[in-house]
T-cell receptor, first 114, second 116 residues
Framework: KAGVTQTPRYLIKTRGQQVTLSCSPISGHRSVSWYQQTPGQGLQFLFEYFSETQRNKGNFPGRFSGRQFSNSRSEMNVSTLELGDSALYLC?????????????FGPGTRLTVT | AQKITQTQPGMFVQEKEAVTLDCTYDTSDQSYGLFWYKQPSSGEMIFLIYQGSYDEQNATEGRYSLNFQKARKSANLVISASQLGDSAMYFCAMRGVQTGANNLFFGTGTRLTVIP
């Protein structure tokens, strides 16, 4: 079974630009969550999508948005990039929201904003 | 609110020895799940082990075991027979019912270094 894939793996953008990151979950998984990892703030939850609906949202500004398609693939978008958005963005998929279901993470997209 | 605390920024262990990574948590949820993940330098988060709050027995997965002490709100990870490939960051995380379906709260992590 293929794992979670994320594209691109590395990205360099300049301030003010926007960026779109993509995540393909494990086949059959309907829940996709996004996390931001930075040295200063650690791992923080961005949002979760389940069956094309945003089910949960973390404490991030509106510049961060996402969506999920009917095949469960998800994209996240960051508009008007700031230097502080430089981070590793991790996507995770799971079957559903049951407590016992672990989330499987992708390799991440490392975004650098200059 | 959910909170995970990992007080050991870095740990060293001799190859083939056992090591315990500490994790304490705080939550108002009665039902919750505790997870440990490993993050090598490549960045990918690798699931290691899960413990449910109502599980009476400590979880075990191969060389990994979770020392769950509910009254003390601790969920320490024990790695037996350490290997060089165990060198990585280790994160403790939890998920609760009231805080939503699938958002994990992570600790700050412990960097484990296995010495040959």
């Amino acid at each position: 079974k293929a794992g979670v894939t994320q594209t691109p793996r590395y990205l360099i953008k300049t301030r003010g630009q926007q960026v779109t990151l993509s995540c393909s979950p494990i086949s059959g998984h309907r829940s996709v969550s996004w996390y931001q990892q930075t040295p200063g703030q650690g791992l923080q939850f961005l949002f979760e999508y389940f069956s094309e609906t945003q089910r949960n949202k973390g404490n991030f500004p509106g510049r961060f948005s996402g969506r999920q398609f009917s095949n469960s693939r998800s994209e996240m978008n960051v508009s008007t990039l700031e230097l502080g958005d430089s981070a590793l963005y991790l996507c995770a998929s799971s079957l559903d929201g049951a407590l016992s279901y672990e989330q499987y993470f992708g390799p991440g997209t490392r975004l650098t904003v200059t | 609110a959910q909170k995970i605390t990992q007080t050991q920024p870095g740990m060293f262990v001799q190859e083939k020895e056992a090591v315990t990574l500490d994790c304490t948590y705080d939550t108002s949820d009665q039902s919750y799940g505790l997870f440990w993940y490993k993050q090598p330098s490549s960045g990918e988060m690798i699931f290691l082990i899960y413990q449910g709050s109502y599980d009476e027995q400590n979880a075990t997965e191969g060389r990994y075991s979770l020392n769950f002490q509910k009254a003390r709100k601790s969920a320490n990870l024990v790695i037996s027979a350490s290997q060089l490939g165990d060198s990585a960051m280790y994160f403790c995380a939890m998920r609760g019912v009231q805080t939503g379906a699938n958002n994990l709260f992570f600790g700050t992590g412990t960097r484990l270094t296995v010495i040959p």
